[in-house]
């Protein structure tokens, strides 16, 4: 675990809120046609709209915390899905509670 690409990527109110709505995704967003929350995650399309930032900047957002480990995506056709990497988190739960 890269605790500084971590904090990093947590350092932006908006990838913490996304965060945040990816918790609980069937409260923050919209129902998807193409796939299950719990299954695969959130389009990067309702995620940018939830935003109201450019899709330049969300998809550069989503990187960021998909490279901190943060995030997991999946590819289905021309989308892309994003959840939380729930591993990673309760790691850095951990680490905040042992660590620091």
């Known amino acids: 675990m890269d605790q500084l690409a971590i904090f990093k990527a947590l350092s932006n109110k908006t990838r913490l809120e ?5 918790k609980e995704p069937e ?5 998807q046609d193409h796939a299950d929350f719990d299954e695969v995650g959130v389009c990067v399309g309702k995620i940018q709209e939830k ?5 330049s900047t969300v998809s550069e ?3 960021l915390l998909l490279k901190a480990g943060l995030l997991e995506a999946t590819r289905i056709g021309q989308w892309t899905y994003y959840k939380r990497n729930e591993k990673a988190i309760e790691s850095l739960s951990d680490f905040i509670k042992s660590g620091l």
């Open 27 to 31: 409260l923050h967003f919209p129902p």
């Open 18 to 22: 996304i965060l945040q709505w990816l």
């Open 51 to 55: 935003c109201g930032l450019t899709q």
């Open 61 to 63: 957002y989503l990187a």
